[in-house]
């Protein structure tokens, strides 16, 4: 069963910084990718980011394109977001899915299991 556990939100000002964790369990984690998304109250869910298992490869909204960077622990199959310079259009909870390719389209091809998600609030 693909479960998928996340954590590392909190309340933070604007300029500050956050690590986000993805625990992923259930399938072969080297053999897919990971993708973050955010849901904001009242917004559309946005793809935030994404890593490949096998080589690496990133993507990267243009919203967090240079404050976000997304990285991957194969050994504990757990995946990071590391968000800094955070802004209050940032305050969103934030769920990691598993996707087959990390590509500009990422987003669009991921299986429906959600984790609880982590709240992230950044205030003004």
């Known amino acids: 069963e693909v479960q998928f556990v996340e954590s590392g939100g909190g309340l933070v000002q604007a300029g500050g910084s956050l690590r986000l964790s993805c625990a992923a369990s259930g399938f072969t984690f080297d053999d897919y990718a990971i993708g973050w998304f955010r849901q904001a109250p009242g917004k559309e869910r946005e793809g935030v980011s994404c890593i490949s298992s096998s080589d690496g490869g990133t993507h990267y909204a243009d919203s967090v394109k240079g404050r976000f960077t997304i990285s991957s622990d194969k050994a504990k199959n757990t995946v990071y977001l590391q968000m800094n310079s955070l802004k209050p259009e940032d305050t969103a909870v934030y769920y990691c899915?598993?996707?087959?390719?990390?590509?500009?389209?990422?987003?669009?091809?991921?299986?429906?299991?959600w984790g609880q998600g982590t709240l992230v609030t950044v205030s003004s």
């Open positions: 899915v598993v996707t087959p390719s990390c590509g500009p389209t990422w987003y669009d091809r991921y299986l429906e299991v």
